[in-house]
């Protein structure tokens, strides 16, 4: 009896778990458990960024490796323990950085609303946040995310390289259910911030047996590269704005893309 008792409770239990991690998302999920949780996120974000202008990049940019490894399950923000190397410390971590600002909103989320808000919705909120705060768009955030407790530095070899081409870039997005259009709209992201040569130099020198560099690049940006990234390369920080306004949300992107002014991707073919 009393064991019965037990295994139909689990099993409620179980099928709470399963409708929450199932849940649809919802833009009210905290509007009665924690309706100042936005505004105590906003203030973290714009805080952080009066501070230190590469932030709202940084965010952005945590969302994307967020979702991409373990859906956006804040998975991101876990650290490496003696016995496991989390992902925040796998091959792609360089500007994976700005956690603090997460980090700071939830402590401020545990003073106002305890135990409430997971941190893969502060993720999302932050994102959106810091793009408004760049000049882009404003969405209302779905929310509802469960913090998952699993991560690993060995799963970033699923995202999606620098060196990989158009194809390879499709099909790393339509593995997680996003199309092609998606891709090239989240792509638009790289209208904010920075890469370090490391992530481009492969086309600038030796790029393959006909081509010294890439020669999807515009000739005289290619030259203008070589020379921001020497070799040896003796400045770690050395690299190139992801476009010409690197700290406002716009269409500049897309435009050096389409002249082949780009240092990440082999151009988008639209189809
Ligand atoms: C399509 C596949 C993608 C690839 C291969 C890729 C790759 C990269 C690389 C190599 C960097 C430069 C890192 C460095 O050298 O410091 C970078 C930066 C960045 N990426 Fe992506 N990315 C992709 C998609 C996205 C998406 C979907 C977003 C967000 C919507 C995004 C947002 C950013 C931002 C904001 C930066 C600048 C970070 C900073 O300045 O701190 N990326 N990305
Ligand atoms: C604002 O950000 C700075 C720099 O990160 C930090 O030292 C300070 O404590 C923050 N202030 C508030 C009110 O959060
Ligand atoms: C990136 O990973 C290396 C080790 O793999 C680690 O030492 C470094 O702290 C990581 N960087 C960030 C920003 O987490
Ligand atoms: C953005 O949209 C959200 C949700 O609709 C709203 O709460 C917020 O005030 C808006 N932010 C700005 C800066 O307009
Ligand atoms: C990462 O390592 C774990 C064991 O620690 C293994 O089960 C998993 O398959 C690995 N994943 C990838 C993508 O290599
Ligand atoms: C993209 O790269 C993959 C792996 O290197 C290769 O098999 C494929 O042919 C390439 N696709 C295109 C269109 O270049
Ligand atoms: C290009 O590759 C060749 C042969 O692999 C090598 O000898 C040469 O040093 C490389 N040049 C540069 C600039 O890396």
């Known amino acids: 009896m009393g064991f019965k008792i037990i295994s139909s409770l689990n099993i409620l239990l179980l ?36 501070y230190d202008p590469k932030v709202p990049a940084r965010i952005l ?23 496991n190397k989390a992902e925040k410390d796998g091959p792609p971590n ?44 404003n969405w209302s955030v779905l929310k509802g995310r469960k913090d998952g407790r699993i991560s690993r530095a060995n799963e970033t070899i699923n995202l999606p390289a620098p060196s990989s081409n158009t194809s390879q870039l499709i099909q790393s997005f339509s593995q997680r259910g996003l199309s092609a259009k998606d891709f090239v709209a989240l792509s638009g992201g790289h209208t904010l911030g920075f890469s370090h040569c490391s992530s481009f130099e492969a086309r600038l020198r030796n790029f393959s047996s006909t081509h010294d560099s890439d020669p ?5 940006f290619a030259a203008g590269l070589k ?16 476009d010409s306004t690197s700290s406002v949300f716009d269409n500049d992107y897309y435009e050096g893309l389409s002249e082949g002014k780009e240092c990440l991707f082999r151009p988008i073919v639209v189809g």
């Open 61 to 83: 940019r945590m969302f994307f490796h967020d979702c991409f490894i373990r859906g956006c399950d804040a998975s991101v923000l876990l650290d490496s323990t003696p016995t």
């Open 94 to 137: 360089v500007s994976l950085a700005a956690f603090y600002v997460i980090d700071d909103a939830k402590n401020k989320l545990e003073q106002s609303c305890p135990k409430t808000v997971s941190c893969a919705d502060i993720i999302a909120i932050a994102a959106r946040d810091v793009v408004v705060l760049s000049g882009g768009p």
């Open 216 to 220: 999807t690049l515009n000739p005289q």
């Open 15 to 50: 099928l709470v778990t399963i409708s929450q991690s199932g849940a649809i998302l919802d833009p009210h999920y905290y509007d009665k458990t924690c309706p100042q949780a936005e505004n105590i996120i906003n203030q973290a974000v714009r805080n952080a960024t009066k």
């Open 227 to 242: 020379s921001k990234c020497p070799k040896p390369n003796t400045d770690r920080n050395a690299g190139q704005f992801l």
